[in-house]
């Protein structure tokens, strides 16, 4: 078989690898659109053999769709075993319609060569159109070799027709539609499956006396060298049908119908998990040489009655140790009025997570908590010999090290060591069916875990089951052990009970991690509310009949509103309180005091009907369970370092929320809502720190004692002009332009009063203009709200303003001077209070301001080459910056 013979070396090759490529990951793959139906076995079949395949992108068969001429070309080669020469071929399509480079030239010439196919009465082939009923029976009929029988029979179409019907070819439901309507895919797929197995004419003599006769041959084994056979799967690496397996982790026994067990190359099907069922199995062998190799497995329903059971859904099971037993259990618990019952053999076989174990208790199944059972009666004696128990044990994925191939569990019950060179353990990991590798673990992921052995330190054999599942939402309704969530019903894992986490009440809200049998085997509660945090500035109820509780909030995006509440408000975990009684809540939860950091929900109305304060922690860790002040500093407070981005032990990002709130101060006005770049470095603060992540970042930082200055590791801003404009509220506001790091930039500011010359508690309303220098801060709208003036245009000329200062508190100094000595990379300057000094210029961002130049040029980045000797004939001065004790930037200032 040509097809199969290229794609099993590379399966044999690749068997162990996860990851097989698309093109071979065909075997346990069935397209959802045919379970179920007459479709499912032809389907199966012929993706395993690659005859037919699914959607690309969905996998769904298309039933109902049609085939083009073209893309039946390509099926008639593959059912005749042609392929790999259709797609070796360089021939071209003897039809003037089928242009050079057509994707299916390779499979219209092999169909035509064979006699397949032929044009039609103007001598195209049409590749772009449907196939219809007839022309698709035609070309099966003569890929089966009885053509001659078809033409003696009235030829096309009627003469295929009727031939087709006598072979065999249109049984198993084959739609017979007019035979110039399309056939559809379903119909195709069932005539190819049909003509696999149905004997083949041969010409057996030739010359004027030839004859035609039916031989002992068919598509499958001849042409495809696939066999079908039937038997029982015996063994497969976990384990055999009574205990330990020496077969490698890609084989498995079959005890074929003819008595002989036979390993088998697992290939690409799931053969491994059809332990102790009687299957159909199709098997790829090129010569007796070589390896034979499954394509497809399914169950024998003729032979097997299988029966599965949630752990949920069972009631009881009787019988004292050495006798049946009898297995009570619930089709359906909210609609049946008794259980169902099945009777298991005294002797029956028992299989614990995959593997054979003769010691294994089945009065375990009264307590069995997570899984299932299936139950097996391969003889149809309506009595189970074979019993397999699943249960799972979850891991809530807190870490994946790839160094030590270790799985950590947030609730601690298990965590998993599993390392590809441990030669006493076989284990896999699965996502949807796929294998996949440790490294594709992320947090959160759910690991269902089933193990030959209850305790960890005993289980040889361990599968992964990963789910990625959730549901985000609210629990509206609980029902005795499920939770309503969006409108369906969730059952709560035993590992979320068992490690003590918070209980599942009403109005319980996040992101909820389900595991593979779609339970809630964890709940992340800041996922949801948690990102919505304003400070609560203060809250009353007003109104005389109605009391409506009235809530003033500075918000993350730095503005301060007043909010209605809901007529009933939920506080933390308590629902439908009154107004008052929310307020009450509300100043329990500070102590007695209103002000304090929240996080809010509203109604479809706009009014606030959740309120969640913090909950104080103080492990100061991440405690990711509730919305968490987990660290509120003490006197001296915290010192930032710049370097490592941390304020103290924790870390501030790009993401981390800064509400700038003086302590005491209940005037909005003074606050403001920035970002890490408030942070100046080896300066301390005196903070309170929320929502910290596993990595100790603070997701909301709440600085109490900013003096408001700017941040004096920031560069300067030399500017070149200042105009007006709206900002997103459609507010008119002040923009400025300049340049800073050697850019020009433009931001507006936070109002129209901000860019002004004054500084600090100076009261200068004077515009800012083109060559100050500036540095400034903005808020988390990237909108400047402080501006420092380091540098005033207007004493360009001024002899006192020539000085040296350090700035108090910080590491920056500025200098404005003239220029005594000039070197290669260096400059000396004379200011009024300081001496000639020599400054490095090698790091230094240069820039010149010219008052002389025109508007808008009066302020360019230049380099150390401008920068001359102080000249009283061309007179210009120097500013220069320093941090840390170098330069970073210089401004040339034409006096």
């Given at each position: 078989m040509k097809t199969l013979k290229r794609m099993t070396s590379f399966v044999i090759a690749c068997a162990m690898v996860l990851g097989l490529t698309a093109a071979v990951t065909h075997g346990a793959e069935l397209p959802p659109d045919v379970a179920g139906t007459k479709y499912e076995e032809p389907a199966a079949l012929l993706k395993a053999l690659e005859i037919m395949v699914g959607d690309a992108e969905d996998g769904a068969f298309r039933l109902e769709d049609g085939i083009l001429r073209s893309e039946f070309a390509k099926i008639a080669v593959y059912l005749s075993g042609l392929s790999e020469v259709a797609e070796a071929s360089s021939v071209s399509a003897q039809f003037p319609d089928v242009v050079a480079g057509h994707w299916a030239t390779g499979y219209i010439s092999v169909a035509a060569q064979q006699g397949y196919v032929i044009g039609d009465d103007t001598g195209t082939f049409r590749p772009d159109d449907h196939i219809t009923y007839a022309e698709a029976v035609t070309v099966i009929v003569r890929i089966l070799g009885y053509e001659p029988s078809a033409v003696s029979n009235g030829g096309f179409p009627t003469g295929y027709t009727v031939v087709a019907g006598q072979i065999g070819l249109l049984k198993n439901g084959v739609i017979a539609t007019g035979a110039d309507a399309a056939v559809t895919r379903g119909t195709v797929a069932i005539m190819a499956y049909n003509a696999l197995t149905i004997d083949m004419m041969e010409k057996t003599s030739y010359g004027a006396n030839e004859s035609y006769e039916v031989v002992d041959k068919q598509i499958l084994t001849e042409k495809l060298d696939v066999t079908k056979m039937y038997g029982q799967v015996v063994a497969n690496s976990k384990t055999n049908l009574t205990g330990t397996s020496t077969l490698r982790k890609d084989e498995v026994n079959i005890k074929t119908d003819g008595g002989d067990?036979?390993?088998?190359?697992?290939?690409?099907?799931?053969?491994?998990?059809?332990?102790?069922?009687?299957?159909?199995?199709?098997?790829?062998?090129?010569?007796?040489?070589?390896?034979?190799?499954?394509?497809?497995?399914?169950?024998?329903?003729?032979?097997?009655?299988?029966?599965?059971?949630?752990?949920?859904?069972?009631?009881?099971?009787?019988?004292?140790?050495?006798?049946?037993?009898?297995?009570?259990?619930?089709?359906?618990?909210?609609?049946?009025?008794?259980?169902?019952?099945?009777?298991?053999?005294q002797d029956a076989t028992v299989f614990y997570n995959g593997v054979a174990n003769p010691g294994y208790d089945l009065a375990n199944l009264n307590t069995l908590k997570s899984g299932n059972v299936t139950l097996v009666d391969s003889a149809r004696t309506d009595e189970i010999g074979y019993v397999f128990v699943t249960e799972y044990q979850n891991i809530v994925v807190d870490d994946v090290s790839a160094a030590s191939h270790r799985v950590t569990d947030k609730y601690n019950l298990l965590s998993l060591t599993l390392d590809p060179a441990d030669r006493n353990i076989q284990f896999s990991i699965t996502k949807d069916g796929k294998a996949i590798g440790l490294t594709d673990i992320a947090e959160w992921n759910i690991l269902s875990v089933a193990m030959d052995q209850p305790r960890l330190e005993n289980a040889t054999v361990i599968d992964v089951r990963v789910s990625t599942q959730t549901v985000t939402g609210k629990i509206t309704e609980i029902d005795d052990e499920r939770v309503l969530i969006n409108g369906t019903f969730y059952e709560v894992a035993y590992n979320y009970t068992e490690a003590g986490q918070p209980a599942l009440v009403l109005e319980t809200e996040g992101t909820f991690y389900l595991d593979v049998e779609g339970k809630i085997a964890a709940v992340d509660t800041t996922a949801v509310a948690g990102s919505n945090y304003a400070y609560l500035v203060a809250a009353e109820t007003t109104g005389s009949i109605d009391n409506v509780l009235q809530l003033e909030l500075f918000g993350r995006n730095g503005e301060t509103v007043v909010m209605d509440a809901a007529t009933k408000v939920r506080v933390n975990t308590v629902s439908n309180l009154t107004s008052e009684a929310a307020l009450t809540a509300i100043k329990t939860a500070n102590g007695g005091n209103v002000p304090q950091l929240i996080t809010y929900e509203v109604n479809a109305d706009g009014k606030i009907y959740y309120i969640d304060t913090a909950e104080a922690n103080g492990t100061g860790k991440a405690m990711k369970t509730a919305f968490s002040k987990d660290y509120v500093s003490g006197e001296g407070g915290l010192e930032y370092k710049s370097a490592s981005r941390k304020l103290g032990a924790f870390n501030v990002s790009a993401d981390t929320v800064v509400f700038d709130i003086p302590e005491g101060d209940d005037d909005t006005d003074n606050y403001a809502v920035r970002t890490m770049a408030m942070f100046v470095d080896k300066t301390s603060y005196d903070v309170e720190i929320y929502d910290l992540t596993d990595d100790l970042t603070a997701k909301v930082v709440i600085v109490k004692n900013s003096s408001g200055n700017t941040n004096a590791e920031s560069p300067i801003a030399v500017v070149t002009k200042l105009s007006s404009a709206q900002n997103a509220d459609r507010v008119t506001v002040g923009k400025l332009y300049a340049i800073e790091n050697g850019e020009a930039v433009e931001l507006l500011a936070k109002d129209a009063s901000t860019l002004v010359k004054a500084d600090g508690g100076a009261t200068d309303t004077t515009p800012l203009t083109a060559g100050d220098i500036i540095q400034y801060t903005k808020n988390a709208r990237g909108e400047i709200d402080k501006v420092k003036v380091l540098f005033d245009a207007r004493t360009r000329g001024s002899a006192d303003a020539l000085l040296y200062e350090a700035h108090t508190g910080t590491e920056m100094e500025t200098v404005l001077g003239r220029v005594s000595g000039k070197f290669s990379a260096s400059v000396n300057v004379i200011a009024n209070n300081m001496s000639e000094t020599n400054f490095n210029l090698e790091k230094a961002i240069v820039y010149n301001y010219d008052f002389t130049k025109p508007t808008g040029s009066q302020v360019t980045v230049a380099d150390a080459s401008y920068i001359t000797k102080y000249d009283d004939g061309d007179a210009r001065r120097v500013f220069l910056r320093l941090y840390k004790g170098e330069v970073a930037e210089v401004v040339i200032i034409k006096e």
């Open positions: 067990t036979v390993t088998y190359r697992t290939g690409t099907t799931d053969a491994a998990d059809y332990l102790a069922r009687n299957v159909i199995y199709y098997v790829y062998q090129e010569s007796e040489n070589t390896d034979a190799v499954l394509i497809l497995v399914r169950n024998n329903t003729n032979k097997d009655e299988i029966t599965t059971v949630a752990a949920s859904d069972i009631d009881r099971l009787t019988g004292d140790a050495g006798q049946r037993k009898t297995l009570y259990y619930w089709l359906n618990k909210e609609t049946d009025r008794k259980p169902l019952e099945i009777t298991i053999k």
